[in-house]
């Protein structure tokens, strides 16, 4: 039988990344679309409850020097873990603990930000309870709280599959095989074939899901002792009996009807009363499994829909690229740009192309909206103007253009501008989190709060080397190194390069193109 006094997080290390959608300015940035007034993102204070080896809240310490922030978890090994990394940076604006939730009262302090993922569905009852507990009272008066969870409809199906396993490996205690095993029952049920087609399709879509599940989220998520999804409609009422109600999803695209048909638009304003009924029939008709839902206090005003006018205050960001340049801003002639995932835009209006189009200049950077109307405004050919009218109507124009396009993920809203650099300096220094994460794998978060790929060894060698102390040439030479030692192999025409000499060219010249594709990743500093 699995031993039920080990904590199951100090068997099988969860490893932490970044939550983009729970920083803090994601969080200060949906609460002011909905007329709040959240604290100042760079001096904020944040909480991560369940934090693991608390890297997301490294990456918001780092991020924000002036911010105060403190992460409990119950199991050690992560906590350890975390404690060096932060011992590491030198970081003193952040605290991890090996803390008890439950323990928690309204002594431990406020908090401006307070962050619950992957945890509510994984805990019984009274911790579920003491978790929103936590999140009214030690919540600040104009405070935001996201808590991620597993919903119905869409986990029914997931709930097959997890008591089948669960099951099967009801006697099995080591973590491994009872990830091996539980993968290999649900194989053997799919592949036997039998049942009518739709249990079959069913289970073979699971199997898709759990063979791609990474092992730690698997053993953790699937296999944990506790896995309770809930209907929304549940979570919000049980949200109100802790003096909580519904701001928004932490995905602003979760919560828009657009995304339905337009007779199915209709319907659902016939059938919900309310937001929280409205956003219950949206899962019923997306069959969702999972939401990640903001929380404030229950006096709160919010406005009904997200304002146009409060767009003003924010700064924009777009990865979008135009899909035919040149674009010409000053006419009507329509105009495609592209982004990542399929995202796009086609718009004719003149405003919106030159500001695309300056975004699209500027990224990975973020333009605040006053500047980008300016520049918009000159771009589409528009003459210099004092008439207050005029620009008002421009400004209207624009920040109902944005809103829509941040309502289809194809721009960022920011209340907070990250501090990085695009062009590397002579000598280049990297995000010293990044650098140190590079040591251990492929994957390292940027100052933009993401976790990115780091492409092949050389840029992973190369990013563990720009602390400042290098020039190019010495780079060039310490990578060189590198290859002597059999630490780096340079390639050419996907075959690896034995010779020493052509080794040392091909890092000369992809020394400068690899700088500069950091530097638009995000992870310079300098």
């Given at each position: 039988?699995?031993d039920?006094?080990?904590?199951?997080?100090?068997?099988?290390?969860?490893?932490?990344?970044?939550l983009?959608?729970?920083?803090?300015?994601?969080?200060?940035?949906?609460?002011?679309?909905?007329?709040?007034?959240?604290?100042?993102?760079?001096?904020?204070?944040?909480?991560?409850?369940?934090?693991?080896d608390?890297?997301?809240?490294?990456?918001?310490?780092?991020?924000?020097?002036?911010?105060?922030?403190?992460?409990?978890?119950?199991?050690?090994?992560?906590?350890?873990?975390?404690?060096?990394?932060?011992?590491?940076?030198?970081?003193?604006?952040?605290?991890?603990?090996?803390?008890?939730?439950?323990?928690?009262?309204?002594?431990?302090?406020q908090?401006?930000?307070?962050?619950?993922?992957?945890?509510y569905?994984?805990?019984?009852?009274?911790?579920?309870?003491?978790?929103?507990?936590?999140?009214?009272?030690?919540?600040?008066?104009?405070?935001?709280?996201?808590?991620?969870?597993?919903?119905?409809?869409?986990?029914?199906?997931?709930?097959?599959?997890?008591?089948?396993?669960?099951?099967?490996?009801?006697?099995?205690?080591?973590?491994?095989?009872?990830?091996?095993?539980?993968?290999?029952?649900?194989?053997?049920?799919?592949?036997?074939?039998?049942?009518?087609?739709?249990?079959?399709?069913?289970?073979?879509?699971?199997l898709?899901?759990?063979?791609?599940?990474?092992?730690?989220?698997?053993?953790?998520?699937?296999?944990?002792?506790?896995?309770?999804?809930?209907?929304?409609?549940?979570?919000?009422?049980?949200?109100?009996?802790?003096?909580?109600?519904?701001?928004?999803?932490?995905?602003?695209?979760?919560?828009?009807?657009?995304?339905?048909?337009?007779?199915?638009?209709?319907?659902?304003?016939?059938?919900?009363?309310?937001?929280?009924?409205?956003?219950?029939?949206?899962?019923?008709?997306?069959?969702?499994?999972?939401?990640?839902?903001?929380?404030?206090?229950?006096?709160?005003?919010?406005?009904?829909?997200?304002?146009?006018?409060?767009?003003?205050?924010?700064?924009?960001?777009?990865?979008?690229?135009?899909?035919?340049?040149?674009?010409?801003?000053?006419?009507?002639t329509?105009a495609?740009?592209?982004?990542?995932?399929?995202?796009?835009?086609?718009?004719?209006?003149?405003?919106?192309?030159?500001?695309?189009?300056?975004?699209?200049?500027?990224?990975p950077?973020?333009?605040?909206?006053?500047?980008?109307?300016?520049?918009?405004?000159?771009?589409?050919?528009?003459?210099a103007?004092?008439?207050?009218?005029?620009?008002?109507?421009?400004?209207?124009?624009?920040?109902?253009?944005?809103?829509?396009?941040y309502?289809?993920?194809?721009?960022e809203?920011?209340?907070?501008?990250?501090?990085?650099?695009?062009?590397?300096?002579?000598?280049?220094?990297?995000?010293?989190?990044?650098?140190?994460?590079?040591?251990?794998?492929q994957?390292?978060?940027?100052?933009?709060?993401?976790?990115?790929?780091?492409?092949?060894?050389?840029?992973?060698?190369l990013?563990?080397?720009?602390?400042?102390?290098?020039?190019?040439?010495?780079?060039?030479?310490?990578?060189?190194?590198?290859?002597?030692?059999?630490?780096?192999t340079?390639?050419?025409?996907?075959?690896?390069?034995?010779?020493?000499?052509?080794?040392?060219?091909?890092?000369?010249?992809?020394?400068?193109?690899?700088?500069?594709?950091?530097?638009?990743?995000?992870?310079?500093?300098?």
């Amino acid at each position: 039988m699995p031993d039920a006094t080990a904590n199951p997080y100090d068997t099988l290390v969860y490893p932490g990344f970044a939550l983009t959608q729970a920083h803090p300015d994601r969080l200060a940035t949906l609460a002011t679309l909905f007329g709040m007034t959240p604290a100042e993102v760079s001096r904020c204070r944040v909480l991560e409850l369940g934090c693991g080896d608390g890297v997301n809240l490294i990456g918001i310490a780092l991020e924000l020097p002036e911010a105060q922030c403190v992460g409990v978890d119950l199991a050690a090994a992560g906590i350890n873990k975390g404690q060096a990394i932060v011992h590491e940076l030198g970081l003193k604006n952040i605290t991890l603990q090996q803390y008890d939730i439950m323990d928690i009262g309204r002594d431990f302090g406020q908090f401006d930000f307070i962050i619950v993922h992957g945890l509510y569905s994984w805990v019984p009852p009274a911790v579920r309870n003491h978790i929103l507990t936590v999140c009214k009272d030690n919540l600040a008066e104009h405070g935001v709280a996201y808590v991620s969870y597993n919903t119905y409809p869409g986990c029914h199906l997931r709930d097959m599959t997890r008591n089948m396993m669960t099951y099967h490996v009801r006697d099995v205690s080591d973590p491994r095989q009872r990830i091996e095993e539980s993968r290999a029952l649900i194989q053997f049920v799919v592949e036997t074939g039998m049942g009518n087609e739709q249990y079959r399709t069913s289970l073979q879509k699971e199997l898709e899901s759990i063979l791609v599940r990474s092992d730690h989220a698997f053993f953790h998520d699937d296999l944990g002792e506790v896995n309770t999804p809930v209907y929304f409609h549940q979570f919000a009422a049980h949200a109100a009996r802790h003096g909580l109600q519904y701001l928004s999803e932490a995905d602003f695209v979760e919560i828009q009807l657009g995304v339905c048909p337009p007779k199915a638009v209709a319907v659902l304003k016939q059938l919900a009363s309310d937001r929280i009924a409205q956003e219950q029939y949206m899962d019923f008709l997306k069959g969702r499994r999972f939401r990640q839902t903001l929380l404030c206090h229950a006096g709160t005003k919010l406005a009904d829909e997200p304002s146009m006018d409060n767009v003003q205050h924010f700064s924009v960001s777009s990865q979008l690229r135009p899909e035919t340049p040149p674009v010409d801003c000053a006419s009507h002639t329509p105009a495609v740009f592209l982004g990542t995932e399929g995202r796009s835009i086609k718009t004719e209006h003149p405003l919106m192309k030159a500001a695309l189009l300056t975004l699209s200049n500027a990224w990975p950077h973020a333009v605040h909206f006053h500047d980008l109307l300016a520049e918009a405004r000159v771009l589409s050919g528009q003459v210099a103007t004092t008439d207050e009218k005029e620009l008002l109507h421009d400004a209207r124009v624009l920040a109902a253009s944005l809103l829509r396009a941040y309502a289809g993920t194809a721009v960022e809203f920011h209340l907070w501008s990250p501090r990085f650099v695009s062009h590397p300096s002579e000598r280049p220094i990297a995000s010293p989190l990044a650098r140190l994460q590079a040591r251990e794998g492929q994957t390292v978060m940027n100052l933009r709060h993401e976790d990115i790929a780091v492409e092949g060894s050389l840029e992973q060698q190369l990013l563990q080397l720009l602390d400042g102390s290098r020039d190019r040439a010495a780079l060039a030479t310490d990578l060189s190194k590198l290859v002597e030692l059999g630490n780096l192999t340079m390639q050419q025409g996907g075959e690896p390069i034995t010779d020493l000499k052509s080794a040392r060219h091909k890092i000369a010249a992809e020394l400068e193109v690899t700088l500069v594709e950091i530097g638009t990743k995000a992870l310079l500093v300098g």
